[in-house]
């Protein structure tokens, strides 16, 4: 069993950026893909960024390619997710999960735990 904790959400303008962070209780974390996912009212969980055991592998929605970045510090057992530019429409509580699929991981299915979320709010 893995429990994750996300932290660092919460209200800001559009522009402005937030730093989201998931720790992750197990000591095997780091052979493990990591990725965040998000869900807006009325909308399904959607795949937002994700990346690989040692970091040297990531990949994002075309959403947020360019303004979002997922990195991984093993040691701490914790991965982040930087988020520059917001939008309004990145509204949403954000998830992080993890995967045992050492391949790309991009939807709710192939990840095996998931924690509570965090709530991002960007206003106008």
């Known amino acids: 069993q893995v429990q994750l904790v996300e932290s660092g959400g919460g209200l800001v303008q559009a522009g402005g950026s937030l730093r989201l962070s998931c720790a992750a209780s197990?000591?095997?974390?780091?052979?493990?893909?990591m990725g965040w996912f998000r869900q807006a009212p009325g909308s399904e969980r959607e795949f937002v960024a994700g990346i690989n055991w040692s970091g040297g592998s990531t990949y994002y929605a075309d959403s947020v390619k360019g303004r979002f970045t997922i990195s991984r510090d093993n040691a701490k057992n914790t991965v982040y997710l930087q988020m520059n530019s917001l939008k309004p429409e990145d509204t949403a509580v954000y998830y992080c999960?993890?995967?045992?699929?050492?391949?790309?991981?991009?939807?709710?299915?192939?990840?095996?735990?998931w924690g509570q979320g965090t709530q991002v709010t960007v206003s106008s």
């Open positions: 197990r000591r095997t974390f780091s052979g493990y893909t």
């Open positions: 999960a993890v995967s045992r699929i050492l391949t790309q991981a991009v939807t709710t299915r192939q990840y095996d735990y």
